[in-house]
């Protein structure tokens, strides 16, 4: 299953490590700092030019990827369990056949 992040960008609900709201983590000096750096470092990918509302931290092909993304983490949240209750519904559906 993947979790849409905006514009053209699709991650494997699999490989997502955390989702925070940008606000709040950038409040944390330590977590500024820690952003400023994987930009540095090139691990950083901008989904859209739009101002980043959500931080999705993901492990892809082996390697960490921060997605900045212009989709509020609440509705990242929501499509995340929309997904997951989809295949429990269609689980749900085929046991009762």
């Known amino acids: 299953m993947v979790l849409h992040l905006g514009e053209d960008t699709v991650v494997s609900m699999k490989n ?46 082996k390697k960490s990827v921060i997605y900045l993304s212009p989709i509020s983490s609440t509705t990242l949240l929501k499509r995340s369990t929309f997904i997951e209750k989809i295949a429990l519904d269609r689980k749900n559906t085929e046991g009762n056949k």
């Open 16 to 61: 997502v490590i955390a989702v925070l709201d940008a606000k709040t983590a950038c409040l944390s000096r330590i977590n500024r700092e820690f952003l400023k750096t994987a930009e540095e470092e090139g691990f950083i990918k901008k989904v859209s030019n739009e101002e980043p509302k959500t931080i999705v931290l993901a492990e892809v092909n």
